[in-house]
């Protein structure tokens, strides 16, 4: 015979498996709901790239710029002494002016002496390189200038220094060019000739 005692245990023993079942069904039906659905999202970049350009260009004048890019193409130089008629003592001078093309990136600018040609009137002569604020050449303005190939130099000899090219033709790089014979030169030298081709090298920065 069943005590009262006996039926509250058996209700307390049911309502507890009730509440474990309760609780197992709830575990089961969030872990359930978390799979039915997931969201997603994305971003992306992309770029496109294009490679600059480094070029150069030279005026005998200052002002008509042109591209002479190998020693075949060189422009002739204006000297303003006539060089055919050079006497011991002569200096003469021409302009060249550097700058970049448009466009182009910036870049520096070095300049190398070929190796001369003619009868053998480069032994005698020497000459300097400066660059200067203007695009007026001559003995007033030369010696203002700022010094890229030492003055007296032989003609073989090339420039220490580098010179600076803005991008896209901004600005330009007056080199003015001065050659002598000096008062020393012998009779030897009389009618002897020369040839030579600077080169005036840019290298983008």
Do not use: K
């Amino acid at each position: 015979m069943q005590t009262r005692r006996d039926v509250r245990e058996r209700r307390r023993l049911h309502s507890r498996r009730v509440r474990a079942v309760l609780a197992g069904g709830l575990v089961l039906g969030i872990g359930a709901a978390a799979t039915l659905a997931a969201w997603n999202d994305s971003e992306f970049g992309a770029a496109s790239f294009t490679a600059g350009r480094f070029d150069i260009v030279g005026a005998t004048d200052g002002t008509t710029f042109s591209s002479h890019a190998t020693a075949g193409t060189a422009a002739t130089l204006n000297f303003q002494l006539a060089p055919t008629a050079m006497a011991p003592g002569t200096t003469t001078y021409a302009l060249f002016s550097v700058r970049t093309a448009n466009p182009s990136v910036a870049g520096t600018v070095q300049l190398t002496a070929g190796t001369p040609g003619g009868t053998g009137l480069a032994t005698y002569l020497t000459y300097g390189v400066r660059t200067i604020s203007g695009t007026t050449c001559n003995g007033t303005t030369y010696p203002a200038g700022t010094s890229v190939v030492t003055d007296g130099s032989a003609l073989t000899a090339g420039g220490a220094s580098t010179q600076t090219v803005t991008a896209n033709g901004a600005s330009q790089v007056n080199y003015c060019i001065a050659v002598t014979l000096p008062t020393t030169a012998p009779n030897a030298a009389q009618g002897l000739t020369m040839s030579q081709t600077w080169q005036f090298q840019g290298t983008s920065s």
